[in-house]
């Protein structure tokens, strides 16, 4: 059986790596780190989470949580090892960080057909290859890359993390336990401001000063992960109608939603580590400590990690990958990830998943894997593979796939949430059919 090369042990690699030794076919897999790191990274584990430790909604009425029971279905590593690792966070599924990505890494290193060889790579390789290397790809394999699509296909974005406090050092006197709406279980720290704390919180925000960062301006912030200082800067009210929605969080202490809240959600199993929900930023430390530090409740935060920001690169992938991630100009070259224009974790894994999928049928003689948009799967590679000239970083959305069909004897489904988990039914129904025929 002829071996495949899979480059970059993230959420896509260690996903593509599996399938495809799952199917019996040598893997070699090539990582970086430990040898060689980003500034984001901080551990030597694959599958490791820079930005957040949520991998969103799990239920079926969201795009994600659909997307996530089509993992599971195809046996998806990565939702293994979250649903494993889990963490109480209300209506989402969070994990714990380290213990989430030691298990992949596990995992991964623990299987037969998947040999690992640490280094960086700064060239594409010959033969049949998978490129996972992330948003965080080095130089000189985003160069390689560049130069293999003539310069006009690569695009880069800056990436900001969160900062992490400890749980101890937050002040419980101020702050109190609740989840949006009283859904699911009140895991969520919340942390309560009046208005005048926080407009003053908001003035000093929008005056802190920032770490250079080469090259960023506001107007090339990807709008899924933009530092906090910067959504700030969009008027007083930004924060308010974004991560500080006050909605559906009464404070027990007054009855009353407060104006504005700041969230912390638990980033580790034993609830010592939590993760300032929305708050990616690239602040100076001193002044992480000092702004965030004016937050109800945090005045005497330790912080286990600042936020800091990094370097995110995406292909236009339209014209240039098919529905598989395929190269077009060369099969049988697959990327994988977030470097596809597939925005998220869940996002990340499932192209990883696809990508395995269509190669490994492929590698077997099997043919490549076709799934309809009717699927968030397909609905996913349909989106990177169409024409677009525009073209930007996505999110799994009810609004990348089929509609219901509506007819004389069927009305629409107004509302959003049962039509939402009708969507999903349909996509999951015809999975597992799908799955049958196909042996996947």
């Known amino acids: 059986m002829e071996s495949v090369t899979v480059i970059g042990a993230g959420l896509a690699g260690s996903e593509c790596a599996w399938q495809l030794a799952q199917r019996g076919i040598p893997v070699v897999l090539r990582e970086m780190k430990p040898e060689k790191k980003t500034p984001a990274h901080v551990t030597g584990y694959f599958a490791e989470l820079c930005c957040s430790n949520s991998l969103r909604g799990a239920g079926l009425e969201n795009a994600v949580g659909l997307l996530k029971e089509e993992l599971r279905r195809l046996d998806s590593l990565i939702l293994r090892c979250a649903d494993a690792t889990a963490v109480p966070a209300g209506g989402a599924l969070a994990v714990d960080r380290e213990g989430f990505a030691r298990m992949v890494t596990e995992s ?242 499932a192209s990883g998943l696809l990508c395995g999928l269509s190669l490994g049928r492929d590698l077997r003689g099997l043919g490549t894997v076709e799934l309809p948009g009717i699927t968030a799967m397909g609905a996913m590679g349909r989106y990177v593979s169409t024409p677009n000239r525009d073209f930007q970083p996505m999110n799994c959305t009810f609004g990348l796939l089929d509609g219901l069909l509506v007819d004389k004897q069927h009305k629409k489904i107004r509302n959003k949430q049962e039509r939402y988990t009708v969507i999903s039914e349909r996509s999951l129904n015809y999975l597992r059919d799908w799955v049958t025929e196909m042996q996947v």
């Open 108 to 349: 991964v290193l623990g299987h037969p057909n998947i040999t690992m060889v640490p280094g960086e790579v700064t060239a594409i390789p010959e033969g049949n290859v998978v490129i996972a290397s992330g948003p965080l790809t080095s130089d000189a394999l985003a160069d390689a890359i560049a130069e293999k699509l003539g310069g006009g296909h690569t695009l880069n974005f800056f990436d900001a993390a969160a900062p992490l406090v400890s749980f101890d050092s937050v002040d419980m006197d101020s702050a109190y336990f609740a989840s949006r709406y009283d859904k699911g279980t009140p895991d969520y720290i919340n942390c309560p401001m009046t208005r005048e704390e926080y407009l003053a919180f908001w003035q000093a925000l929008t005056t802190a000063q920032e770490a250079e960062v080469h090259g960023f301006e506001d107007k090339n912030v990807f709008e899924g992960c933009m530092p906090v200082e910067v959504m700030a800067r969009r008027g007083e009210d930004t924060l308010r109608f974004g991560p500080l929605k006050p909605r559906g969080l009464v404070d027990p202490k007054t009855g009353r939603e407060p104006y504005a809240v700041v969230q912390l959600r638990r980033d580790n199993a034993d609830g010592t580590i939590y993760n300032l929900v929305g708050f990616q930023t690239h602040l100076k430390w001193g002044e992480q400590k000092r702004v965030f530090g004016m937050i109800p409740g945090l005045e005497n935060a330790e912080f286990a990690r600042y936020g800091v920001m990094h370097r995110n690169t995406f292909l236009h992938s339209p014209g240039f990958l098919n529905a598989h991630f395929e190269m077009i100009s060369r099969p049988q070259c697959y990327f994988a990830g977030q470097m596809t224009g597939v925005e998220g974790y869940v996002e990340s894994a």
